[in-house]
């Protein structure tokens, strides 16, 4: 497999964030990326949606979940596990509960890694710019089992980006968190790149198994 130069990862660890996955990879394709996209699944995600993945992302990794996880939650892990991607240079991790309303290919432009800092000071890597790194992934992986438990992963791993890399904050537009019903009063809507669905994914309320082209232009 060669070297991709830039790439957008999401995951899909089950059928529902698979398709969400499809969903944000249709965003991203309409707001016309010149980038790669790929998505991380694991073994809860069924052969249809694994098929419908195939079909649509660039690349498709199988992640096993293994005994480095040690107690780490699987969304938390994947995030983690995109450090360990040999062929990406840059790559900018999108959680599957995001959606791109704008191009932002420039996220790709300045080198370091990127998130957002919330208005607690904690990071939100639900988008995440980073330069995968075998060696960087170890010490991650290493620095998150030194931890007595793992109710704060998250957090953890934040501090590790934020004290132990070269961070940065990334611009809210970036990550903008909306509810359903709700309006974008945080940043004009013109400034607006990528969003975040807080709580419920407009496919949460449909209660849907369609996983076909219908569905994912009601979201869309």
């Known amino acids: ?7 957008w990862v999401t995951m899909a660890i089950d059928d529902a964030s698979a398709l969400k996955a499809l969903v944000l990879a249709k965003s991203l ?7 790669k996209v790929a998505v ?10 694994r098929n419908s993945l195939i079909s649509t992302f660039d690349q498709c990794l199988k992640m096993d979940p293994s005994h480095e996880m040690n107690g780490i939650p ?3 892990y994947v995030k983690i596990f995109c450090w360990s991607i040999p062929f990406i240079k840059t790559s900018v991790f999108l959680h599957p509960d995001t959606l791109v309303v704008r191009n932002c290919d420039e996220l790709f432009d300045q080198p370091g890694v990127k ?33 007595k438990n793992h109710d ?14 070269n961070f940065s904050p990334l611009a ?17 809507e013109s400034a607006v790149s990528i969003v975040r669905f807080c709580k419920v994914h407009p496919l949460d309320s449909n ?3 369609d996983f076909g082209e219908g569905l994912l232009e009601k979201v869309c």
């Open 152 to 165: 704060d992963a998250n957090q953890r791993y934040g501090k590790y980006i934020q004290e132990q890399l």
């Open 207 to 209: 209660n849907n198994t």
């Open 29 to 35: 394709r309409r707001v016309v990326t010149t980038r």
């Open 74 to 76: 699987i969304e938390l």
């Open 1 to 7: 497999m060669g070297v991709v130069e830039q790439c």
């Open 115 to 147: 998130a957002r800092l919330t208005d607690n000071g904690d990071i939100d890597t639900s988008v995440c710019v980073l330069e995968p790194s075998l060696v960087t992934y170890e010490k991650i992986v290493g620095w998150m089992n030194t931890g």
């Open 40 to 49: 991380i699944f694991c073994s809860d995600v069924s052969a249809k949606m």
């Open 172 to 188: 809210e537009k970036y990550n903008l968190t909306i509810t359903l019903g709700g309006k974008l009063a945080a940043a004009p």
